[in-house]
């Protein structure tokens, strides 16, 4: 069965860096787009970014383009999301995402439905 585990999520400073992974089993991770999705509390899961099947191409929303990175481990057994720079309103618990039909990002990767499995979450918290 299809699985994902997101870790590296914690507490940092305004500023600082954090590296999320996203872990994925019982399915070939790399022949698939996988999103990367945040939901603070009382507002509605929003998109953050999104890989293409292999490593051909990411894509970013405009409050984390050029401030996160998402990217394919050499094993490819896993997606990162490196954060840089962080602001207090990237506060939020962020998920990753995959679909079993779904292999590139498209035009409409930050429609958080464009999904069907999704992580647990990771608590990411910015704060002074």
């Known amino acids: 069965q299809v699985q994902l585990v997101e870790s590296g999520g914690g507490l940092v400073q305004p500023g600082g860096s954090l590296r999320l992974s996203c872990a994925g089993s019982g399915f070939t991770m790399d022949y698939h787009a996988i999103g990367w999705f945040r939901q603070a509390p009382g507002l509605e899961r929003e998109a953050v970014a999104c890989?293409?099947?292999?490593?051909?191409?990411?894509y970013y929303v405009a409050s984390t383009e050029g401030r996160f990175t998402v990217s394919r481990g050499n094993a490819k057994n896993a997606v990162y999301l490196q954060m840089n720079s962080l602001k207090p309103d990237d506060t939020a618990v962020y998920y990753c995402?995959?679909?079993?039909?779904?292999?590139?990002?498209?035009?409409?990767?930050?429609?958080?439905?464009?999904?069907?499995?999704w992580g647990q979450g990771t608590q990411v918290t910015v704060s002074s």
């Open positions: 890989i293409n099947t292999g490593d051909t191409h990411a």
């Open positions: 995402a995959a679909d079993s039909v779904k292999f590139y990002c498209g035009t409409s990767w930050v429609d958080a439905s464009d999904f069907s499995y």
